[in-house]
């Protein structure tokens, strides 16, 4: 299993961090959107028992252990368009992605 975070991804989630105060980034997914499932990201303050760390570039990610299966192989990445910020998922698992791109389903051959 494995999530990488890219360098400008994991800029921005220590300039977070060094602000706010944290352990880490949790990243999961939730149930929503037109296409079943989309992603979430708060600021993590502590390490749950039922969480994977993944460090990458010298940050964490938090992964429950139940969302591993959408998420494993993400490349998680951090994009400015004007005054727009946000973090964008690579995800190798991911089959199709809403024409919003807020959610996304998984092929569950992968």
């Known amino acids: 299993m494995s999530i990488q975070v890219t360098q400008k991804a994991a800029i921005h989630i220590q300039r977070s961090l060094d602000k706010e105060g944290g352990v880490g980034l949790r990243f999961g997914v939730r149930t929503v959107g037109c296409s079943g499932l989309s992603y979430t990201f708060e600021r993590a303050s502590e390490i749950a028992a039922d969480e994977e760390v993944f460090e990458s570039e010298n940050v964490k990610l938090l992964v429950k252990k139940s969302d591993l299966v959408f998420l494993d192989g993400s490349i998680l990445d951090f994009e400015r368009k004007g005054l727009n910020e946000l973090f964008k998922v690579?995800?190798?698992?991911?089959?199709?992605?809403?024409?919003?791109?807020?959610?996304?389903?998984?092929?569950?051959?992968?």
């Open 90 to 110: 690579e995800n190798p698992k991911a089959a199709a992605t809403c024409g919003c791109g807020e959610s996304f389903t998984i092929d569950e051959n992968n």
